[in-house]
């Protein structure tokens, strides 16, 4: 079956330390999203990709960073940089076909927890 | 202003009633429309999308778009339980491929 595959659902961070969020789609789609939910404060875009080896800051890219060596793959490194990590984190994907059809498919999210 | 507005609610309704969320942007050169649904912990999963003004009916679901307006609305009808969550509106504006998100509405289906 097709879809977006996010890994770990749950993961823990020390003060300090890197983490790196896993997003691998096998829909063939060209773009690729991640996006940070808080409660109250909606999707947040980290940053995107539209084509391999490209990709651009969203809203709020500070202390964090990605790769695009594959078009299946965006993972999203949250560097000790970012000072309140803590938050659901959503990997999106789209095509880009027709009048502007963009509708975004989500993996199953992971959820950051800094100790 | 926000580009994508919702009211936050709660929007409460009994069930069987029809429940009706809407959505107001400010981008006049917005071209796509989308409707997701979040549950609680979970991830968005789509639920309609509309381009043209007018109303595109999905089973239950109906989305209605007015860009004169510049506003797009979703109605719910025999609400279920089952429906109780949160609705993120989303609009694609003029060639960005970026979607503008709304802080989206929270649905209380009341058995």
């Known amino acids: 079956d097709g879809g977006i595959t996010q890994s770990p659902k749950y993961l823990f961070r020390k003060e300090g330390q890197n983490v790196t969020l896993s997003c691998e789609q096998n829909?063939?789609?060209?773009?690729m999203y991640w996006y940070r939910q808080d409660p109250g404060q909606g999707l947040r875009l980290i940053y995107y990709?539209?084509?391999?080896?490209?990709?651009q800051k969203g809203d709020i890219a500070e202390g964090y960073s990605v790769s695009r060596e594959k078009k299946e793959s965006f993972p999203l490194t949250v560097t000790s940089a970012q000072k309140n990590p803590t938050a659901f984190y959503l990997c999106?994907?789209?095509?880009?076909?027709?009048?502007?059809?963009?509708?975004?498919?989500f993996g199953q999210g992971t959820r950051l927890t800094v100790v | 202003q926000k580009e994508v507005e919702q009211n936050s609610g709660p929007l409460s309704v009994p069930e069987g009633a029809i429940a009706s969320l809407n959505c107001t942007y400010s981008?006049?050169?917005?071209?796509?429309f989308f409707w997701y649904r979040q549950y609680s912990g979970k991830s968005p999963e789509l639920i309609m999308f509309i381009y043209s003004n007018g109303d595109k009916e999905d089973g239950r679901f109906t989305a209605q778009l007015n860009k004169a307006s510049q506003y797009v609305s979703l109605l719910i009808r025999d609400s279920q339980p089952s429906d109780s969550a949160t609705y993120l509106c989303a609009v694609k504006a003029g060639n960005n491929r970026k979607l503008i998100w709304g802080l989206g509405t929270s649905l209380a289906v009341n058995p």
């Open positions: 829909l063939n789609h060209d773009a």
């Open positions: 999106a994907s789209s095509i880009v076909s027709g009048r502007g059809r963009t509708e975004a498919f």
């Open positions: 990709s539209q084509i391999v080896n490209d990709f």
């Open positions: 981008d006049r050169g917005s071209q796509s």
